[in-house]
């Protein structure tokens, strides 16, 4: 069974700088994609940014700029360093990755959520 653990997150001032992690785990064969979304309360899932294998990124633009997206393909994990945030950055952070498994075939899955919470 594969997995994602999320790590990292917490609590910053405006301006301040956080950096959360994620590795996946389990019998992997392949991962493609991988990213973090954002869910503040009552407001739905949000693209925050995401990779390709190959190094392609792709961000939403109230974070371009700020946000940088990484992976290392060799520990089955990604990254996403925040700078400057802002009190709206403030939310529940989900990373997700599209993995082929030996037993299941592609699927996309989830972590279990961090909590980013920017104070004014």
């Known amino acids: 069974q594969v997995q994602l653990v999320e790590s990292g997150g917490g609590w910053v001032q405006a301006g301040g700088s956080l950096r959360v992690s994620c590795a996946a785990s389990g019998n992997i064969a392949r991962i493609n994609e991988m990213g973090w979304f954002r869910q503040a309360p009552g407001k739905q899932r949000d693209l925050v940014a995401s990779i390709t294998n190959g190094g392609s990124t792709n961000y939403a633009d109230s974070v371009r700029g700020r946000f940088t997206v990484s992976r290392d393909n060799a520990k089955n994990s990604v990254y996403l360093q925040m700078n400057s945030l802002k009190p709206e950055d403030t939310a529940v952070y989900y990373c997700?990755?599209?993995?082929?498994?030996?037993?299941?075939?592609?699927?996309?899955?989830w972590g279990q959520g961090t909590q980013v919470t920017v104070s004014s």
């Open positions: 997700t990755a599209v993995v082929l498994s030996y037993q299941s075939g592609y699927q996309r899955l």
